[in-house]
């Protein structure tokens, strides 16, 4: 088992930049490949960044040069740099990990998830 804690949400103008950060505690963190999904209001989840243990990265087309992935597998952290922020970005965000060896879209590929923190992006 591994229990996940986001943090770093609020409400932030279009354009504006926002950090979040997930807590690991648990298992051994480095285990797992670690990713971000985001669910708006009416709509899917859906996925927008993955981090595999020894740093590669994965992006949705969406975000891909305006937010950054990183991990810490010492501290058992990960965090999501979010820049030039949208108010379609606008969505809670979730943090999750899995054991499997790729990176994932699909939420059904992750095995464990955070609460959730609120992203709210105004124009």
């Known amino acids: 088992q591994v229990q996940l804690v986001e943090s770093g949400g609020g409400l932030v103008q279009a354009g504006g930049s926002l950090r979040l950060s997930c807590a690991a505690s648990g298992r051994t963190f480095s285990r797992y490949i670690m990713g971000w999904f985001r669910q708006a209001p009416g709509k899917e989840r859906e996925f927008v960044a993955g981090?595999?243990?020894?740093?590669?990265?994965r992006y949705a087309d969406s975000v891909k040069g305006r937010f950054t992935i990183s991990r810490d597998n010492v501290k058992n952290t990960m965090n999501l740099q979010m820049n030039s922020l949208k108010p379609e970005d606008t969505a809670v965000y979730y943090c999750?990990?899995?054991?499997?060896?790729?990176?994932?879209?699909?939420?059904?590929?992750?095995?464990?998830w955070g609460q959730g923190t609120q992203v709210t992006v105004s124009s």
């Open positions: 999750a990990a899995t054991t499997a060896p790729t990176i994932g879209w699909s939420i059904n590929q992750y095995d464990y």
């Open positions: 981090i595999r243990i020894g740093g590669s990265t």
